[in-house]
């Protein structure tokens, strides 16, 4: 019964270690779990903030006469095309 006993202690004694190191793990991972909690909340709020924006532009834009799609498809084009151009030779500069 002396071993048995003996066998037992030492079994706790690691199962003890390996709580103890799951305790330290966990208290990490709640860290990080907390500013994962944050960043999202700040992406939240900056969406919150686009779509204030986006609605205020759309309040602005019913004033505005629409153009033809045709017309719109060629100016918007062309705008889209220099954009195109800018973030290339950004990027190239990167």
Do not use: C, H, Y
Not at 15 to 43: M, P, Y
Request: charge should be negative; avoid cysteine.
């Amino acid at each position: 019964m002396g071993f048995r006993t003996l066998a037992i202690e030492k079994r706790s004694s690691e199962v003890w270690e390996i709580l103890g190191a799951v305790k330290t793990e966990f208290g990490n991972f709640s860290v990080i779990l907390d500013k994962t909690r944050k960043k999202l909340q700040e992406a939240t709020n900056t969406i919150d903030r686009a779509g204030v924006r986006t609605r205020a532009i759309e309040r602005q834009l019913r004033k505005v006469q629409e153009l033809p799609q045709e017309d719109a498809a060629a100016l918007l084009g062309a705008a889209l095309d220099m954009e195109s151009e800018q973030i290339q030779d950004e990027e190239e500069e990167e």
